[in-house]
């Protein structure tokens, strides 16, 4: 083996020429990659700024709220059906994109607005088509569920510990809902009770009695576990 810059005669142990230094080529010694060529296609990475994308969703929203009211203005010369395109809208965003706005939103936070933003709609729906069921229906209704969903994430939120008696506790609470529902559509809109409330109440009462058990009974806890994961 020589060296191919100065012509040495190298040994074949040597993994360098000992006049010049040159690596000569040898198929046993290992090699690190040169150069390749022709450069490689890199492009950079766009990173898509999180409040860009919060002004363009926010547009995407403000459009067809300014295209329904324009249509309807046109049509109708007042505000009529548009009122209810925007409200829903309106709804959509407070849930879906109003979060966005913040670096780290908290749930507790915005699922309160999310159903204050819910009860807003329908009263207006009630005030417009002058329905009267509001107070008497939508609000108790509406206030149990958030109470029990904000419950529900605060606790999950806070609390590092028994998902089971969390789980178990929300299903029964929404199992009393129900007959509420019941006792509230009795009230308002004139119906017989018919007993229906007692079903769901019975279904969700005996699931959330069941998760408080499994998280009582720890030896029948880890029974179910093997039962479904093994």
Known sequence: MY???????????????????????????????????YPTN????TEVSPMAAQRVLLILFILPMLVTLLVDLRINQTVTWSGFVIGALLVSYVILCLP????DPNPVIFVPCGFAAIGLYLLYIDLVLEGGWFLSFAFPV??????????????MRYVRRGQLYIFGGAAMAFGALMLLVEFLVVITFQRPFVGWSIYPLAVLGAIGGFLIFLAIDRAAREMIERKLFI
């Open 100 to 103: 966005g706005w913040f670096r």
């Open 142 to 155: 509406l206030g149990g569920i958030t109470l029990i969903v904000t419950a529900v994430v605060t606790l």
């Open 42 to 45: 890199h492009y950079p990475k």
């Open 3 to 37: 060296c191919i810059k100065c012509g040495v005669k190298l040994a074949d142990s040597e993994k360098k020429c000992p006049l010049c230094g040159t690596v000569p080529y040898h198929p046993e010694i290992p090699r690190t990659p040169g150069e390749p060529l």
